[in-house]
Nanobody, 115 residues
Framework: VQLVESGGGLVQAGGSLRLSCAAS????????MGWYRQAPGKQRELVAL????????NYADSVKGRFTISRDTAKNTVYLQMNSLKPEDTAVYYC?????????WGQGTQVTVSS
């Protein structure tokens, strides 16, 4: 499974960004996909998760009500819509695929929120 992220950038507090993660390869083996983030000096943390059916989603408490994860099965792409961004959302965001043959990570995309 290969994952390619896009959509990061610099935004002012209160603004919005949408991240995309395109999966290729053995996508049939994917059980769930998610977004994680890692800020400088901190551990990588789960931001949002969506199952392969798209029925079940899960969010970190810190982003509930502001971020929305969704997927386009036909395009094998997962999105993270981020609204009302805060400076504490600044981090490198990584796409993750939980598949039958292991976990896979994208290269990461930087999100910077200025105050």
């Amino acid at each position: 499974v290969q994952l390619v992220e896009s959509g990061g950038g610099l935004v002012q507090a209160g603004g919005s960004l949408r991240l995309s993660c395109a999966a290729s390869g053995s996508t049939f083996s994917i059980n769930a996909m998610g977004w994680y983030r890692q800020a400088p000096g901190k551990q990588r943390e789960l931001v949002a998760l969506i199952t392969s059916s798209g029925v079940t989603t899960n969010y970190a408490d810190s982003v509930k009500g502001r971020f929305t994860i969704s997927r386009d099965t036909a395009k094998n792409t997962v999105y993270l819509q981020m609204n009302s961004l805060k400076p504490e959302d600044t981090a490198v965001y990584y796409c993750n695929a939980d598949s039958l043959v292991g976990w896979y990570w994208g290269q990461g995309t930087q999100v910077t929120v200025s105050s």
